[in-house]
């Protein structure tokens, strides 16, 4: 168990529908970085907060947001989704911003249909 | 922008013997490195990590990796290779010089070991 706890484990929902995935981070982490694991496009760094800021942004779409609250859980808001987002959405997370190894939750299941 | 490769998609192994598990990249200035690990269903499990030092690291589960600057590589190994290794293995790299930089994956590596 790495500490690091997401839920839901499994969603599904239609296109076009709006959800929110949720992190809780390991104690005493201050980062979460958010993943999305596909079978074409294999793992693919999104997003990265640091203590409540923005830190990092990879290959997230307009369509995809996120925060991190003060009490350093994290929230993954994906919009008008699309049959393509359907993957599974890892959450990690690391002590710092720096050179820190990450610990990654079990994942959320998205399947659009 | 910073790149990951790992150049064969399945290594074969026999039980016992050595195993090595490739990974170049490409990033600019210093890199961060790391391998991970993910069993099935599972989320990836951290193995070890270069920041700085010794080029050989030692990490989890008796696997060990050697940073190679001038071939830029950073090939994953164990000297006896056991059937609970399968797994998919990935590499990893960041600037370590740039914080607001992104982490980038490799494709992963499949790992059978066969008994």
């Known amino acids: 168990d790495s500490g690091v706890t997401q839920t839901p484990k499994h969603l599904i929902t239609a296109t076009g529908q709006r959800v929110t995935l949720r992190c809780s981070p390991r104690s005493g982490d201050l980062s979460v970085y958010w993943y999305q694991q596909s079978l074409d496009q294999g793992l693919q760094f999104l997003i990265q907060y640091y203590n409540g800021e923005e830190r990092a942004k990879g290959n997230i779409l307009e369509r995809f947001s996120a925060q991190q609250f003060p009490d350093l859980h994290s929230e993954l808001n994906l919009s008008s989704l699309e049959l393509g987002d359907s993957a599974l959405y890892f959450c990690?997370?690391?002590?710092?911003?720096?050179?820190?190894?990450?610990?990654f939750g079990p994942g959320t299941r998205l399947t659009v249909t | 922008a910073q790149s990951v490769a790992q150049p064969e998609d399945q290594v074969n192994v026999a039980e016992g013997n050595p195993l090595t598990v490739k990974c170049t990249y490409s990033v600019s200035g210093n890199p961060y490195l790391f391998w991970y690990v993910q069993y099935p269903n599972r989320g990836l499990q951290f193995l070890l990590k270069?920041?700085?030092?010794?080029?050989l690291v030692k990490g989890s589960y008796g696997f060990e990796a050697e940073f190679n600057k001038s071939q830029t590589s950073f090939h994953l190994k164990k000297p006896s290779a056991l059937v609970s290794d399968s797994a998919l293995y990935f590499c990893?790299?960041?600037?370590?010089?740039?914080?607001?930089?992104?982490?980038?994956f490799g494709p992963g590596t499949r790992l059978s070991v066969l008994p």
């Open positions: 990690a997370s690391s002590a710092s911003d720096r050179g820190d190894e990450q610990y």
């Open positions: 990893a790299v960041r600037p370590g010089d740039n914080y607001g930089q992104n982490f980038v």
């Open positions: 270069y920041i700085t030092g010794d080029n």
